[in-house]
């Protein structure tokens, strides 16, 4: 950790110093590399530490977006009580996916997670009652704070900026936390971990709801930041391309996260002469990563620096075999 | 009318069926499911596309064209995608395939766009009349194709060496080496033959419905939910779960709403993972 | 004629020299050897996890070895896959039977004959193992997955002969088996040791094993710590006591 701690206080400055000086455009993207960061977070907590495959958070972004815009817009609600309201419920629908994670696993509870988020989205379209269907939904507005007019894009980045370095304190702490502890035993091995008196049950459940709770929260920063939702934000390909996120930045790391939001986002910008040609060049490099690079974009560093150590190894005579090997 | 959409229902449920078929062989032997099955079919349609409408060649040469081209993709895909991540954690096996899927129906959309396309039949001729019904030519050549195509393969499965080396892989991976079974060959030809076979749907979906590169993962999920109802990893499950998605698919469509259709797919999943998760015709391994 | 039997003077036609092999972080094998000639029955002993199955694994690259040399019929193996090996010559008859359950007796066999056996002699192979396996015989048709332990690892056994192989190895086979199906095996075992079939058996069972075979090698803690005749091992004060249940003089 110690090593990194330069990339990262640069990386922290520049999130904090940089943005008022972006343009319309690139300002928009960051906004929506944080919220996504925060999206593949609440990805990264049951599928990288839990090893439990999700393709369909944008379901729950879904459900936390448009509560919050339903209840702030027809139903008058400020946003400080449209906000919770949406993490609750979201939270809650995060059940309908925590018990048949416990029942399957693998590519079973994938196709399941894909059926929640196809019939969110599907229940979103037909549901014109609820929804607004594909008219959606407009008028959102910023959340009021005192003194401060969030409706300035720039404003309104720093309080996304903030809810990210929340979650990321909250991330650090759960993986840290017997709870993370548990999470990542089950996913080394489920029987071991029940033999070790974890209950299992729990921990997924768990695991599930608080993923739930906390892509519902990016839903509401998003709908109060974009001001106008409908249905097809939230397709199976938003799904696949927050899970693109965490496997490209680096599964079971919060840095990575934030990491493959942005690499996701800020890519095809920089490669604008491959624009039409992004979304192969990401298929191609979540193949490579799974082959070659396990640990996301992110392990670069220290993948390169035990591979020199290997080599350092090998052309040291001293270092030879042993009873046990480290 | 009700017999009326069951008959055309069976016609795309053959295509799914098969689709379910190659998932189901690439799970069987390789323990891989494949996000990329869809794919396959998407390579055939659009590579009979350009050999057909667009070049003007004749069937009886693009048909084997379109169903020997994928079968080579696949093959490729095994050998260099899929074989370094056999026997690894599930989701690092998932996650390929999704990357691939990703970057093969990319491919598609760069080459021929996101707009659909249409096929003409591949039987010119009035439809007939059955019984009462309605039946188009082209339903009749998916049907006769599914069946003559599920005996054919029931056939090299029980009867060639190649079946019953990848009926031994199926089994039991490491003991199959044990009787000098070169394993990783015969995945990758299981993995070619569940492409080809894939290629054959698309072959005969083609002209049902409108060819566009964004059909792999719609057709992906039903195939996989077909084989989920069928019983995970039994080929006859994967037959009739793909039949009966394609039935049920056309009555939903008709006496409930055109919208709601897929999510009455999803809805027949959860169902059949609440009451009988195991499936039509459970499968141990 | 079930087995080639083979006499190749001098040359081993097995040759395992300082072997070690790396498993799962820990040094599983430091230093083996064992050689099999061409004609012997050579026994393997040891305790239960002392590197038997693990020095298998080797012989077939099953596990990348760490150092070591091994030689079939005077070549080095290194490199060579598993499946080709047993296309050379090398039958298996695994640990734990490892019968294709959900295949038949008959399906079973042919797949042993598969990659190794002319078809047309394949039936005629068949016949003789189902005349040393009656039973086998008596349940061509059934699931393999239904027959009862000790039929499973005649099936087994069966299933490696027929693909004639040169070296016949066999990796406990006496393991979680009934005492009367124990008694059987051995006696298959000496009947096929009377062909001068070449067998390299790997068994905790040691006193049975050392009944029977030529030669024996004792591995303990992943090392070879003695070798020599079968029947001056039995002898031994120093296997008596750890593996033969008698107390050391």
Redesign the interface.
């Known amino acids: 950790m110690s090593r990194h701690h330069p990339f990262y206080l640069a990386a922290i400055l520049a999130a904090i110093v940089i943005p008022p000086f972006l343009s319309d455009y690139s300002l928009h993207l960051v906004i929506m590399v944080v919220i996504f960061a925060i999206l593949t977070l609440s990805l990264n907590l049951i599928?990288g530490y839990g090893?439990l495959?999700s393709?369909g958070h944008a379901g729950f972004f879904l459900i936390g977006s448009y509560t919050s815009a339903l209840l702030s817009v027809y139903q008058g609600w400020p946003f400080w009580l449209s906000m919770p309201t949406a993490i609750l419920l979201t939270a809650t629908s995060g059940l309908l996916l925590g018990f048949?994670a416990l029942?399957?696993?693998?590519?079973?509870l994938?196709?399941?997670t894909?059926?929640f988020g196809?019939?969110a989205q599907?229940?979103s379209?037909?549901w014109v009652f609820l929804t607004n269907g594909i008219d959606g939904v407009s008028s959102i507005p910023r959340p009021p704070l005192p003194g401060i007019s969030l409706t300035s894009n720039v404003n309104y980045y720093y309080f996304v900026l903030i809810c990210l370095a929340f979650i990321v304190y909250l991330m650090m702490r759960l993986v840290a936390s017997g709870f993370g502890r548990a999470l990542r035993a089950i996913k080394d091995d489920e029987t071991a971990a029940a033999c070790m008196g974890i209950d299992v049950a729990v921990t997924k459940v768990s695991a599930f709801v608080i993923s739930a709770a906390i892509a519902g929260f990016a839903g509401a920063l998003y709908a109060h930041y974009i001001r106008f939702l409908n249905p097809d934000s939230f397709s199976?390909d938003v799904s696949?391309r927050i899970?693109?996120m965490m496997?490209i930045g680096g599964?079971g790391s919060i840095a990575g996260s934030i990491l493959g939001s942005f690499v996701v986002y800020v890519l095809p910008e920089v490669l604008r002469p491959l624009q039409?040609?992004y979304?192969?060049i990401?298929?191609?490099?979540?193949?490579l990563v799974?082959?070659f690079l396990?640990g996301g974009l992110i392990s670069l560093g220290s993948v390169l620096r035990a591979k020199m150590a290997a080599r350092r190894d090998k052309l040291d005579p001293q270092v030879g075999s042993t009873e046990t090997l480290s | 009318m009700f017999f009326q959409l069951a008959t055309s229902g069976i016609a795309t449920g053959c295509a799914y069926a098969l689709i379910a078929l190659g998932f189901v062989m690439i799970w069987n032997t390789a323990s891989v499911?494949n996000f990329a099955q869809g794919e396959f079919v998407v390579i055939a349609m659009f590579v009979a596309l350009t050999c057909h409408v667009t070049l003007g060649w004749p069937l009886w040469l693009v048909l084997p064209i379109a169903v020997l081209i994928p079968a080579l993709v696949g093959y490729a895909t095994e050998r260099v995608?899929i074989r370094?991540?056999i026997g690894a954690?599930?989701?690092?096996v998932?996650?390929?395939t999704?990357?691939?899927?990703?970057?093969?129906s990319?491919?598609a959309?760069?080459i021929y766009g996101g707009q659909p396309y249409s096929f003409p039949p591949l039987i010119e001729g009035r439809p007939l009349s059955i019984l009462g019904i309605v039946v188009p030519r082209q339903s009749l050549v998916v049907i006769a194709s599914m069946v003559v195509l599920a005996v054919g393969l029931h056939f090299l499965s029980q009867k060639t060496?190649f079946g019953?080396?990848l009926?031994?892989v199926s089994?039991?991976r490491?003991?199959?080496?044990?009787?000098?079974?070169?394993?990783n060959r015969t995945i990758a030809e299981g993995f070619a033959l569940s492409a080809g076979i894939a290629g054959v749907a698309g072959v005969l979906l083609a002209p049902i419905i409108y060819v566009s590169a964004g059909l792999g993962?719609p057709l992906l999920?039903k195939s996989?939910?077909a084989a989920?109802i069928g019983g995970?990893g039994s080929y006859i499950g994967a037959l009739i779960g793909g039949l009966l998605i394609g039935v049920l698919d056309n009555l939903v469509g008709f006496y409930i709403s055109s919208?709601?259709r897929?999510?009455f797919t999803?809805?027949v999943?959860?169902l059949v993972?609440l009451v009988r998760?195991q499936g039509l015709f459970p499968h141990?391994r | 004629m079930l087995l080639e039997s083979t006499n190749i003077s001098g040359t081993p036609l097995l040759d395992v020299h300082d072997l070690a092999v790396n498993f799962g972080g820990i040094r599983a094998l430091k230093n083996v050897h064992l050689e099999v000639k061409g004609g012997e029955f050579v026994a393997l002993i040891g305790a239960n996890g002392a590197g038997k199955t693990t020095t298998l694994k080797a012989i077939?690259n099953?596990v990348t070895k760490a150092s070591g040399e091994i030689r079939y019929r005077g070549q080095p193996t290194t490199g060579i896959?598993?499946?080709h090996l047993?296309?050379m010559g090398i039958g298996?008859v695994?640990e734990g039977r490892?019968v294709?359950?959900?295949?038949s007796v008959v399906?079973n066999l042919?797949?042993?004959a598969?990659?190794?056996t002319p078809k047309g002699e394949a039936s005629a192979i068949m016949a003789s193992v189902f005349d040393l396996f009656p039973v086998l015989k008596e349940r061509r048709g059934q699931m393999a997955g239904s027959l009862s332990g000790g039929e499973q690892q005649m099936l087994a056994m069966g299933?490696a002969l027929m693909?004639r192989p040169e070296l016949l190895l066999l990796d406990e086979p006496s393991m979680g088996l009934a005492p009367k199906f124990v008694d059987r095996i051995f006696e298959i075992l000496s009947d096929l040791r009377k062909t001068k079939t070449t067998i390299l058996l790997i068994e905790q069972n040691a006193l049975m094993s050392l009944e029977i075979a030529d030669k024996a090698f004792v591995i303990e803690q992943g090392r070879t710590v003695l070798s020599g005749r079968a029947s001056d091992l039995i002898d031994d004060p120093k296997v008596a006591g750890a593996y033969l249940g008698r107390p050391e003089e």
Do not use: C
């Open positions: 599928s090893g495959i393709l048949p029942r399957w696993t693998g590519h079973f994938a196709v399941i894909i059926a196809s019939i599907l229940l379209v037909n199976l696949i899970f693109m496997i599964t039409d040609y979304y192969l990401w298929g191609v490099i979540v193949i799974m082959l396990p | 499911v995608v370094p991540v954690a599930e989701m690092t998932v996650t390929v999704i990357g691939l899927q990703i970057v093969l990319d491919a959309k760069i060496s019953k080396r009926r031994a089994q039991d490491e003991t199959a080496k044990l009787m000098g079974i070169d394993v993962l999920i996989f939910i989920i995970f919208h709601y897929e999510v999803f809805l999943l959860i993972l998760p141990h | 077939l099953a896959p598993t499946h047993v296309r298996v695994p490892r294709f359950a959900a295949s399906e042919e797949l042993g598969l990659e190794r299933r693909g």
